[in-house]
């Protein structure tokens, strides 16, 4: 089955500043790529995704890029502000039937001001 | 719209016992989801259904049974809990992977089992 690897497990950036986290999935039949960001205690919340037919998309300052060929595809947070800090999660789409996600392991973002 | 809802939001139970989690959406999605988070960790699928009879398991399903009986509606059923079940429990849902693939979260419960 599906296997999607998250790295690094832990990132801290000064304000401002970029960050890049990097997902690597193992089922080359995956078509789907969301990315959750998830609070404290709170549930994860969809920020941005993507589609295998697609290599990079944007939203303000969240960007995705794919590539396909390694299959991996990773995260990209410009600017980054003191609400950035959180869990993020990558997952990929696997199975032929049904929308079922398998999640990577998380990276803790901690954003100092 | 409430989207998707769960009851109890935190639950303690004993070794043996048994326990439904309820989970409820109002966006007329056909597909719904149970996932687990351990501490630490990412989720991970213990089951799903893609519509209103139709259930199938996902990547963790032992000690655990569902149902599907209308498409507002997809409970979890533990049965004989065990100290291992201790987990954040989530409901999603989400529209047919043709029409959208987004899936939305509820707000877990959060089970320990002592």
């Known amino acids: ?113 | 719209n409430a989207g998707v809802t769960q009851t109890p939001k935190f639950r303690i139970l004993k070794i043996g016992q048994s326990m439904t989690l309820q989970c409820a959406q109002d966006m007329n999605h056909n597909y719904m989801y149970w996932y687990r988070q351990d501490p630490g960790m990412g989720l991970k699928l213990i089951y799903y259904s893609v519509g209103a009879g139709i259930t199938d398991k996902g990547e963790v399903p032992n000690g655990y049974n569902v149902s599907r009986s209308t498409t507002e509606d997809f409970p979890l059923r533990l049965e004989l809990a065990a100290p291992s079940q201790t987990s954040v429990y989530f409901c999603a849902s989400s529209y047919s992977p043709e029409i959208q693939e987004t899936q939305y979260f509820g707000p877990g419960t959060r089970l320990l089992v002592l």
């Open chain 1, 1 to 113: 089955g599906e296997n999607v690897e998250q790295h690094p497990s832990t990132l801290s950036v000064q304000e401002g500043d970029s960050a890049v986290i990097k997902c690597t999935y193992s089922d080359s039949a995956s078509n789907y790529f969301p990315w959750y960001k998830q609070e404290l205690g709170k549930r994860p919340q969809l920020i941005i995704d993507i589609r295998s037919n697609v290599g990079e998309k944007k939203d303000q300052r969240i960007a995705v890029t794919l590539n396909k060929t390694a299959k991996h595809f990773s995260l990209h947070i410009t600017e980054t502000q003191p609400e950035d800090s959180a869990v993020y999660f990558c997952a990929a789409s696997s199975g032929e039937y049904g929308n079922k996600l398998v999640f990577g392991a998380g990276t803790i973002l901690r954003v100092k001001s």
